[in-house]
Structures are given as C-alpha cells and as structure tokens.
C-alpha cells in the first residue's frame, strides 16, 4: 500500500532551521512509519513545518511544508488573545496539498485536537479521496461550538480512530463528537521504544547507579505526575528495604524545591534519593536498564513514553490505575496498579514482591511488550487494520 502520515503540527520548542535536525528530536515520528515500510509499504510523512525540506530515513520519506504568507497571517489571527500556540491554528493548505499529491491509498492523521487542518484536509479531498485513520495523541473534546462542529465533521469522517485504550473514547462519545459507540475504535499505542534491555550490571557500570533494588523516576516534575506520591511510595518501602535507592530524571522541574525541601526533612532519605535531572535520550537507555522498578505517579496520561522506555528494558513498572497504564500493564498482570495519590497502596504492593521474583517479573514485562507494544508488533497491526479500511 501507499501510506501517508500527517503530522500537521511541530513543537516550536524544537523547531530548527534544519528538518533533519527536529526529525532526530521526534524519533517517535519516523519508527512506526519505518516499521510499516519494512513490511513493504510505501511510507510518506508530511509535516506541517516553518521551513520547506526534504529527508530520506532509510526507507521512508519525510516532507516538511511550511504554510504560505496568507495561511500565517491566518495563524496569527486565530491565536491572538487564545492561550493557541501556531502549529494548532494555522491553516496547512500547503501541506495538505502535498498530502493529496502523494496519491496514497490511506492517509493516517495524528492528532484529534487538530481539528481546523483535518476538516480543511476532509474539504480538500471530498468524498472520493483516501480513506482517513484518526490517532489520538492527547487532548480532550473542544470546549467551543465551532470546534466541537469541526471535531465531529472530522470524527464522522474517519474510517478508524485510534485511542490507547477504549475508554479514552468515552469523552468524546458524551460530547456526541463519536455517534457510532465504539465501532470504529480502535486501541492500539501511538509510539513505542526501540530501547533494548542489556545486563543490569553492565548498564550499572555506565550510569554508577546502585542499590537492592534500584527504583527510577523518569518524568516531569510537574504536579499532574504526582512526584511526592512516588517519594512518599519510596519512603515506605526503604523502611523495609534498606539497600534500595531511588533515582530521579526528569525533563521540567517545577516541584524541584519542594520535593528536595521534603527529602531534607527525611533523614534516612538524604543519601538514598538522588536527583539527576535531565540526561540525553539516549543516555536514559543504560539508565532504564539500570533499574528494578519505574515509579510512575501520574494522574493523568493519554499513553506514557517512560513507561514504554522502561518496560522495553524489562523494567517493572508500579504506576497509577488510570486507563493508559492499565492497557500497557495487561491490567497490572506485568506490574503494580496504585490509586492515584495512594503512596501506601504503592508500597504495598511492590513489598509483595520478593527481591528473587525480580528477574522472572522483568523477563514477562520485556516480553509483554514485544507481544503488544513494540514498533513491529504495532505495525503488524496497523496493517491489519489499514487492508480492511482499504478493502
């Protein structure tokens, strides 16, 4: 088949003058598409971009079209006085063009929140263009009239939506944006890992970490993740297990003050949470397979990348029973599933696990995920997907 993915919206925090430069900040954007071309797919990504170029990534094309001086002046008017960064408001007429001008047999859309480009993309194409599968990368069902019109012209259209797991989707069939139930949803991951596991005590060498066992945070320091959860989680269980050690990585650090404040007050703590920052990404694989178990204590997540990171290094994770985790643990089969905000429950439960059970434990997590959640195996299943749409 000929496959065209589009991403009509960037990072501005990423954006450089040179697409192949952003292209190697936003790995996730170019493994699924190679994924599906190692299956012997024709893959096309286009991207919605400030700058024009062109990059080759082994066997998948990546366009970047930046929008013409009309569509920006657009932009800039959609945005003024809204909390709306560019890439969400700004028409892209030209990339859409190209989208359409690769011809593919099905265009795969990431982005539910984008609903202007969708809808100028549904408009462009009529009802005789490729079929559209929908990706849900986060966001919620539009608060205004016309956004939410635009959202269900955008959801009524498309021949597949996908949500990390079902209940996702309910949103947005409250908000009457999905009529049709869960008929045309479908679960499945919008990224993976290509992280690999390695022995523990090699990937300790590299990052110095130790401890029996070792935990890991590796997440933003923000208050929906929940940080003091996760200590308070730690403090519990170092009562009991005296040579573990809890090491932090984290891209913001909002809560930073307080949650050393907090450490501070902890005697027994000081000298066994360590606060790393922020490492390279690809630094962080010698420091996934340095750790036992991920703390994750997030409130709300649309998927979650540490998690994926860790459990492709056979990390145990312990994180929040909130939907995303409990897809991406088999239900807690692989982990540990806490109420959010319950650091007692937390440590409970990773008691129950006795430090033999720990190697076996890694082993079924890594396994899992390459069963469920690895790039081939979403890929294997998106093909699965995209050959009955185009059927």
């Known amino acids: ?39 012997g797919h024709e893959v096309n990504v286009v991207y919605l971009y400030p700058v024009d170029g062109e990059v080759r990534c082994d066997r998948v094309q990546h366009h970047f079209v930046a929008p013409g001086a009309l569509a920006r002046a657009q932009g800039w008017a959609l945005t003024r006085g809204r909390r709306l ?26 982005g539910t929140s984008l609903h202007l480009n969708l809808a100028l993309l549904l408009l462009r194409q009529r009802r005789t263009g490729p079929p559209i599968v929908l990706h849900h990368n986060g966001g919620r069902p539009a608060q205004s009239v016309v ?87 730690f403090a519990r269980i170092a009562r009991s297990l005296t040579g573990a050690q809890l090491y932090l990585h984290y891209l913001t650090d909002e809560l930073l003050p307080e949650l050393r404040a907090w450490v501070a007050e902890q005697p027994d703590l000081r000298r066994r949470v360590h606060f790393g920052g922020c490492l390279p990404y690809e630094r962080m694989e010698f420091v996934y397979n340095s750790a036992d178990f991920l703390l994750q204590a997030s409130r709300r997540e649309h998927s979650g990348c540490a998690v994926l990171d860790a459990m492709a290094c056979g990390v145990i994770p312990v994180v929040t029973d909130i939907p995303s985790f409990r897809a991406m643990t088999g239900n807690g089969a692989v982990g540990v599933l806490f109420p959010p905000g319950d650091d007692e429950s937390l440590a ?34 998106l093909e699965h997907e995209y050959e009955e749409i185009v059927a």
């Open 348 to 381: 409970r439960q990773v008691l129950d696990i006795s430090r033999d059970q720990i190697d076996a434990r890694a082993s079924t997590v890594r396994s899992l995920f390459e069963e469920l959640m690895s790039f081939p195996s979403l890929a294997r299943r």
């Open 1 to 39: 088949m000929k496959l065209c993915y589009a991403l009509l919206y960037y990072n501005p925090d990423l954006v450089n003058l040179d697409p192949m430069a952003y292209l190697a900040a936003v790995r996730s954007a170019q493994d699924l598409p190679q994924a599906l071309a190692e299956r």
């Open 85 to 110: 960064e560019p890439p969400l408001a700004t028409p892209a007429w030209r990339a859409i063009d190209r989208v359409l001008h690769l011809q593919p047999d099905l265009i795969h859309f990431f």
């Open 147 to 233: 956004g939410r019109r635009l959202q269900s012209y955008g959801f009524g259209r498309a021949a597949r939506v996908l949500f990390t797991t079902a209940e996702q989707a309910e949103t947005y069939i409250q908000a009457g944006i999905i009529t049709d139930g869960t008929r045309r949803v479908v679960e499945l991951m919008e990224t993976s890992s290509r992280f690999s596991p390695m022995p523990r005590p090699i990937a300790r060498r590299q990052t110095g970490m130790v401890g029996d066992p070792v935990f890991l945070w590796a997440a933003r320091l923000h208050p929906i993740k929940d940080p003091l959860t996760a200590l308070r989680g």
